[in-house]
């Protein structure tokens, strides 16, 4: 299916910045213990689809780098922050990748999954980058936060990026901003599956 013309266009900063800002409002659970896994998978494993992204430690210095620090799971309910410092955390993750009934949507997909399996070995399977599919309709811009002001009508704060992942007990800025990134790019899918832009 063509992209709609009002969408085949490019984005000024501009304009992003002009948007209303939106971020996650709904539950948010991190999932920091074994305790923790219970619940969320019961909820995780029962969708076909989940928005995912993952958040890493900024490296400043020449050769430094760290391995994902949170992997962020939204479902039609609820987002779910993984603190895959964990093995047993890390593994419950790798389950819900390889599950095939759950498209795992997101953005720069292969960048993310590479970093993981850095922690944690798994066969990824229902992968949806939604970014690759927007340059497959012509798109130029295909990050998470231009994307969303194209087919949302909403701007993400990117203001957090850059905070330690890796600390034990996250801010509550850093949980609405991993939650935000995750709950988006499900949104994206699932408006770009009404324009029949999924495949």
Known sequence: MALPPELHRHVSRDEINALPIRRYEGPVHVIAAPGDLAPAM???LQETLVGFDTETRPAFRPGESYPPSLAQVATARAVYLFQVQRADIAAAVARMLSEEHIVK????MADDLKSLKKVVAFHEKS????????????LKQSGVRNLSGLFLGFRI??????????RHTLTEQQIVYAATDAWACRE?????RELGLTT
């Open 42 to 44: 019961d909820d995780i």
């Open 105 to 108: 949507a997101g953005v720069g």
């Open 127 to 138: 992968i949806a980058d939604v970014g690759m599919l927007a340059q497959r309709h012509g």
């Open 157 to 166: 704060p990117k203001g957090t990026k850059t905070s330690n992942w890796a």
């Open 188 to 192: 994206l899918y699932l408006k770009f």
